[in-house]
């Protein structure tokens, strides 16, 4: 009788896992709203990647997006959504596939791999969803990215000490609660 509960087990407790960890995306930049492109969320993706694999954490980047894009305060943009659904999904992916790789490591050198991980997969996601925007307000390409600089040197600076200094910690605290079934696979 076990046998028969294994994969059921193991497809509750993903849906879990994806369940509180987009809740916990949703809550921090709820909490953070007031503090532009400063959020927690891209750090709980791409942990949630790393230990649970790429598919969890870029279901885990989409569904957030989904829900605190579909009710923002800041308004509502269908091609906006789906270009910041995709892209958070990528921190989801890229800490999936590193997660493979092993453990963790600790230490000055593996803070500073996620930090340029972190700002470098910020730098992506802030030019996709610039050059989106701009495309879908009619704003030129140019005029947009040159205007969102000031945003993207805050979300992508704070996103390197985020992930300096945040992904061995939450990947360990994490770990620690969730059986060794359910991680990246």
């Given at each position: 009788?076990?046998?028969?509960?294994?994969?059921?087990?193991?497809?509750?407790?993903?849906?879990?896992?994806?369940?509180?960890?987009?809740?916990?995306?949703?809550?921090?930049?709820?909490?953070?709203?007031?503090?532009?492109?400063?959020?927690?969320?891209?750090?709980?993706?791409?942990s949630?990647?790393?230990?649970?694999?790429?598919?969890?954490?870029a279901?885990?980047?989409?569904?957030?997006?989904?829900?605190?894009?579909?009710?923002?305060?800041?308004?509502?943009?269908?091609?906006?959504?789906?270009?910041?659904?995709?892209?958070?999904?990528?921190?989801?992916?890229?800490?999936?596939?590193?997660?493979?790789?092993?453990?963790?490591?600790?230490?000055?050198?593996?803070?500073?791999?996620?930090?340029?991980?972190?700002?470098?997969?910020?730098?992506?996601?802030?030019?996709?969803?610039?050059?989106?925007?701009?495309?879908?307000?009619?704003?030129?390409?140019?005029?947009?990215?040159?205007?969102?600089?000031?945003?993207?040197i805050?979300?992508?600076?704070?996103?390197?000490?985020?992930?300096?200094?945040?992904?061995?910690?939450?990947?360990?605290?994490?770990?620690?609660?969730?059986?060794?079934?359910?991680k990246?696979?």
């Amino acid at each position: 009788m076990a046998a028969n509960r294994g994969p059921f087990h193991s497809q509750a407790t993903r849906a879990s896992i994806i369940a509180v960890m987009t809740a916990a995306c949703i809550i921090s930049n709820y909490l953070l709203i007031g503090v532009f492109n400063v959020k927690l969320m891209d750090l709980i993706v791409f942990s949630s990647g790393f230990l649970f694999g790429p598919a969890v954490g870029a279901s885990i980047g989409i569904l957030s997006w989904l829900v605190y894009g579909t009710i923002n305060p800041y308004g509502f943009s269908l091609p906006i959504l789906v270009s910041t659904s995709l892209m958070e999904s990528l921190y989801g992916v890229v800490g999936g596939f590193l997660g493979t790789k092993g453990r963790i490591g600790r230490g000055l050198m593996s803070n500073l791999k996620f930090g340029i991980i972190g700002f470098l997969l910020t730098f992506i996601y802030d030019l996709v969803t610039n050059i989106v925007t701009g495309l879908s307000t009619g704003i030129p390409v140019a005029v947009t990215i040159i205007t969102g600089i000031p945003f993207a040197i805050l979300h992508e600076s704070s996103n390197a000490a985020f992930f300096f200094f945040g992904v061995q910690p939450l990947v360990s605290a994490v770990g620690r609660l969730i059986p060794e079934s359910a991680k990246n696979g």
